[in-house]
């Protein structure tokens, strides 16, 4: 059973649209969760990190949070053609720092 | 805003040679990490170091790696003996503490086993 799933992509949106990515896993253990965009080549770069049920907010971007469903997503609001990356989750589980990531969503977001 | 530094960008090497990747965590971090991405494939986690000793290791981290801080500001992943199935991304990361408000990672070394 895979830890953390993402549906790979790639998923097109227009500018200006929001983009919405969904990430599923597996361990209940699971505590923090984070949101990492990676360009081709290129190291992933930490969108954002959230540990509580609910919602984040940080400037076009929004982290939700639901531990009893176990998923979490990222929305991204006003899509930009530089939103054009794959996206990553990752969580680490209890008793350990390791980050367990997902395989990536690649988003296109089309001009 | 500070950076976590890793060298060389990009390293050709022959199968069964060793091989140093070089990372320069930020300065008043402790706790150090190395994770990898083969093509197409999901960053992996490898070891985390701290207090001059490993933390933590996957299974992938076997007897051909190793770690090392051998100064105050580097710190070191050697495999001794590469194998193809190597050639990957490596990312260095680091962080202050434990609370976990997530990694930057270095730009990374592409490693190529020929």
């Known amino acids: 059973q895979k830890e953390v799933e993402q549906n790979s992509g790639p998923l097109s949106v227009p500018e200006g649209a929001i983009a919405s990515l969904n990430c599923t896993y597996s361990?209940?253990?699971?505590?923090?969760f984070f949101w990492y965009r990676q360009y081709s080549g290129k190291s992933p770069e930490l969108i954002m990190s959230?540990?509580?049920?609910g919602d984040k907010e940080d400037g076009r971007f929004t982290a939700q949070l639901n531990k009893a469903s176990q998923y979490v997503s990222l929305l991204i609001r006003d899509s930009q053609p530089s939103d054009s990356a794959t996206y990553l989750c990752?969580?680490?589980?209890?008793?350990?720092?390791?980050?367990?990531f997902g395989t990536g969503t690649r988003l296109k977001v089309l001009a | 805003e500070p950076e976590v530094t890793q060298t060389p960008s990009h390293q050709v090497t022959q199968m069964g040679q060793e091989v140093i990747l070089r990372c320069v965590p930020i300065?008043?971090?402790?706790?150090f990490y190395w994770y990898r991405q083969i093509l197409g494939q999901k960053v992996e986690f490898l070891v985390s170091?701290?207090?001059?000793?490993?933390?933590?290791k996957s299974e992938i981290f076997d007897d051909q790696f190793s770690v090392e801080r051998p100064d105050g500001s580097n710190f070191t992943l050697k495999i001794r003996s590469t194998k193809l199935e190597d050639s990957a991304m490596y990312f260095c990361?680091?962080?202050?503490?434990?609370?976990?408000?997530?990694?930057?990672f270095g730009s990374g070394t592409r490693l190529t086993v020929v």
């Open positions: 959230i540990y509580s049920n």
């Open positions: 170091f701290y207090n001059n000793e490993i933390s933590e």
């Open positions: 990752a969580l680490t589980t209890s008793g350990t720092y390791k980050y367990i």
């Open positions: 361990d209940r253990g699971s505590q923090s």
């Open positions: 990361a680091s962080t202050k503490d434990r609370t976990n408000y997530g990694y930057t």
């Open positions: 300065s008043n971090h402790l706790y």
